[in-house]
């Protein structure tokens, strides 16, 4: 079973940064997984923006490349995401996710998720 809680939301202005944590204690996954992040605004649907397979290779959706940084600690099984230069629009929750297998964009095919963290911009 995968357990996974966020942590690091919370509120900052325009241009600020946030860096928000995903720890997965004591999970254990298949040899191939994918840790990602998603997010979703209020009346928008959720949107995948980073995530980083077993093998470090990293995915970004293009609204927040060159912006954020999606990294993980493999020992750990710890997933972060520092976010610089932050807009009104990355105002959302925020959902770390897991799955066997390579990083997809694809919501519905992640198996874990956690509670969600709000940012606010």
């Known amino acids: 079973h995968v357990q996974l809680v966020e942590s690091g939301g919370g509120s900052v202005q325009a241009g600020g940064s946030l860096r928000l944590s995903c720890a997965a204690p004591?999970?254990?996954?298949?040899?191939?997984?994918?840790m990602a992040w998603f997010r979703q605004a209020p009346g928008k649907e959720r949107e995948g923006i980073a995530g980083?397979?077993?093998?470090?290779?990293?995915r970004y959706s293009d609204s927040v490349l060159g912006r954020f940084t999606a990294s993980a600690d493999h020992v750990t099984n710890t997933l972060y995401l520092g976010m610089d230069d932050l807009k009104p629009e990355d105002t959302a929750m925020y959902y770390c996710?897991?799955?066997?297998?390579?990083?997809?964009?694809?919501?519905?095919?992640?198996?874990?998720w956690g509670q969600g963290t709000q940012v606010t911009v």
């Open positions: 980083v397979d077993s093998d470090g290779r990293k």
């Open positions: 004591g999970s254990t996954y298949s040899s191939h997984y994918c």
């Open positions: 996710a897991a799955r066997a297998g390579v990083c997809d964009t694809a919501s519905g095919r992640y198996n874990y």
